[in-house]
């Protein structure tokens, strides 16, 4: 049978290079799966904890742990806890599973006054608090800047030698040398050992070795300004005891450990270390604390790891559906080409079995090649992913870390069975039939489609809709709620519909077309030459033969169109959101001078009003200079852009809290970021209707409905304790910018329960500054294309510019576009597209050249009825049209159509209550340009190819004796 089998698949070598060709990209793509998922997850990772050390100062790596021990607790139990905790510590850093920097062990005594031991040394007038402390390891991870380091033979004469951190000598008001003794709390007199008063004197000063130095826990040496610390064994040998005059108040233990190596595979490990730690230590001490650093963004990772895994396998299953119907078609025409042969086979004595288990040899022989060449193949296609910055954009960035394991060959396996499964139904269905069953079948007219009768088209349609139903029922109650993107529970079944919802709506129009080219058929009968004639009655007929290339074709070009439209959906919208909520290209927070009494230090008394009629005293500010601002380079337009949150509004009707802006108009429109569309007129009408009249001013929609405030009324505004000025209403926006209308998620509501939103108010700057009061503004800069932040920021250095914050829009995009989210969004989408285009090239070249080759026959009667081959190319011209092009015209149609009902899906993956501007999907017309014109090669190659077959096929030969 082998034998038989590999002469089969040698007849048939370019069909089954296609099933093989189609095979091999299945399990690449399913294989991929799992390496991209690990590979973004292993950069999310990385990433997080790279930015909660950029941006929270918190070095990643830290596990520590401190026990208190209060007065009450049993010392010598405190004691035996501490050790067995220490004993503990130390085996759990054997199983930490990354690099361990520093291990290092504190002890810290309670706080005790420090008195001078000896006339003539310290300020005895001073009181001084401080502690005995020990860090293990100080004096090879220090640094010596003064002294020396201390003698621990000396504490066998009742003298305690110690270091301390600079900080201490200014605090204790002392210098190296001074001897103190210690006099505890709730004792007469200085504490004793053998009694001799204990006397602690320090003789050196240390600092951290350097700024990034790992040893001190934070970094932070400020902590022990009024510690003591001893060698950590002279510490542990005479006040670590039960019985110690100075008993010990914390104990604790740090790890400072490599992040760098954490992975996908070992960063469970290493949170249950830090966990373990944890329940070791409570039945032990009641007060006790365990801080692991990255603790709180690896918790979180954990949620993002399970979304994502999820949403790459909804993105996936698309193309996995279309990759499926691609199998299904190939083996459905090597199974078709072979009827014949396999209806001899049975009536010659073969069994439906034996036939069976031939083509499942053969499938077994592609599956092997496809599972040893699918993997390798993913990690080449991950490697590729890695690269996206955008939907079919590429930069040059890090690798994705990438491997083989045991969980990608499972998956490719899963991939491979299923494949077989699949081209296994035709042959599985073709053995059935006899000889004679083969020829009743081909005598008789093709009978109606099983997907037909069962009406699988409005099954797929209704299931689609109710899903889509359903989706916008749980986002009005997301949204209501003020429910965050990640509270909102991600079924992936959301986005596997569109998929079903395209094969749905594409059977659908193969339902009804057939009615249309027999109204055309009709329409034109006398009149059509004969060619024509043909095929318009074979597709009015019915046209089976054309319904798996057609469906296809619409699922192709419609999960292209898709997967285009959702990655430039996401794109665009984060991108829009991130561009409305700063407001222009770079947003600087500048400092005035002003008269404001400075900030009163931490437990000092708050200066009181001599008088209950005293006012508070007004803060009055200077206005820096605003042209070196205009002046930078790559500044193409400045705007002054006042802001004030806490102004609060009055009209005869209704008062209220409000945000106020007061705005240059033709400086900020030229300025500011705002997106088309978001307002019934253009942005800049809005700005040019207040720019004639001072007092003039635009309210939010919100503020117009929830206060009854209408055009021409007339409001008072003011802020603090500033004199009010009034404005009179010019119009009303939905939208502004950085303005958000949407509530927030805690604020109070109103009578009918709806909840209060932002409020608005936009005037003219100089009548804001002149009625009210002239109070420090933003600065909002538009820059050139291009143009380097660099520079920018260089020349605000240079020039002394009083810069307090910057909003930089491109450093937020940048962050959004290496967002392992983005990437995997982008990454799956354009692999997406891309495999809808090769898939559809393939399966439309390989499904017409092996039809022509089976029509060979009739072919040679047209011609020999005297058709010309001029006629003939026409008859293949008008099936391409009536059958491709109209492929390609539903596609494109069920493709736009899936998006304007489930792209906005994808509003899950962004916070309801936060969406500003809202939500929009994106159809590119160079999209569908680009998929018509791929098409428009496919009928032009498709259509040569089939030109020289026709030309080829000789009359004698197509009608020989036998042929049918």
Known sequence: ??????????????????????????????????????????????????????????????????????????PAKAVQSIAAIDAYATEAGKRLPVPVLHYVRERESVQFAAVPAAEGGADPTVDRFAKLGAIEGLEENAKLVDGRWPDPAAAANGVYEAVVFGNALNKLRMVLGNEFHIILRNRPGPATDDGKPIVVKAVGVVEQASERDLFIYGGNAARYDNVFLLPFDTYVASFGGADQPVRPLTATWYYAVDHTELTLDNVRQYMRVGADLDR?????????????AAGATIASYFDREEQLRKLLWALNVPVLIMLGVFLFMVSNLLVNRQKTEISVLRSRGASRWQIVLSYATEGVILGAIALAAGPPLALGLTTWLGASNGFLTFVQRAALDVRLDAEVYRYALYAVGASFLMTMIPAAIAARAT?????????????????????????????????????ERQMSRAASLGAAGQQVAVDPLLFFVPALFMAGFGLLLLRIYPWGIRLLYWSGRKWWPPSLFSILLDIGRGGARYHYLMIFLVLTVGIGMYSASAARTMNQNLEDSIRYAIGADLRLTTRWENNAPPPTMGGAPVPQAESADEAPTIVQYIEPPFAPYESLPGVESVAKVFVKKDAFMESQTTNGAVQLYGIETDRFGRTAWFRNGLLQHHFNEYLNLIAETPSAVLVSRTLAEQRSVRVGDTLSVRWGSREPALFTVYGVVDYFPSFSPLPEKDAPVMTDGTP???????????YIQNRIALEPYEVWMKLEPDVSRQEAFDAIRERG???????????????????????????????????????????????????????????????????????????????????????????????????????????????????????????????????????????????????????????HQALKLGED
């Open 756 to 766: 209060v939103a932002p409020m608005m108010i936009v005037g003219n700057l100089s």
């Open 1 to 74: 049978m082998i034998q038989m089998v590999l002469r089969k698949m040698a007849n048939n070598r370019w069909l089954q290079l296609c099933l093989l060709a189609g095979l091999v990209v299945t399990v690449a793509l399913v294989s991929s799966i799992p390496v991209y998922t690990d590979a973004v997850l292993q950069r999310m990772l990385v990433k997080d904890l790279e930015l909660l050390q950029t941006d929270d100062n918190v070095y990643p790596g830290s596990l520590w742990s401190r026990v208190y021990v209060r007065d009450e607790d049993d």
């Open 280 to 292: 070791f230590m409570t039945p032990l001490f009641e007060t006790h604390a365990v801080n692991n």
């Open 801 to 955: 510019l009083p810069i307090m914050n910057a909003e930089d829009t491109r450093e937020r995009l940048l962050r959004m576009k290496n967002d392992p989210y983005q990437l995997s969004i982008n990454g799956v989408m354009t692999l997406g597209f891309l495999i809808s285009v090769l898939i559809s090239f393939i399966g439309f070249l390989l499904y017409w050249i092996l039809s022509m080759q089976g029509r060979a026959m009739q072919f040679g009667l047209f011609r020999a009825i005297g058709m010309s081959f001029r006629s003939l190319l026409g008859l293949l011209a008008a099936e391409q049209l009536l059958t491709t092009a109209a492929a390609l015209v539903f596609g494109i149609g069920t493709g736009v159509l899936a998006c304007r009902l489930f792209v906005p899906m994808f509003r899950l993956a962004f916070e309801p209550s936060a969406q500003v501007p809202p939500f929009r999907v994106l159809i590119e017309a160079g999209d569908m340009i680009g998929l018509g014109a791929l098409v428009s090669i496919m009928i032009l190659a498709g259509f040569a190819a089939l030109g020289w077959i026709v030309s080829r096929i000789q009359m």
């Open 435 to 471: 000889i004679v069953e083969r020829k009743r079948e081909q005598s008789r007219a093709s009978k109606r489609p099983l997907w037909q009768t069962i009406g699988l088209d409005l099954i797929l349609i209704a299931v689609s809709l109710y899903v889509y139903s359903d989706f």
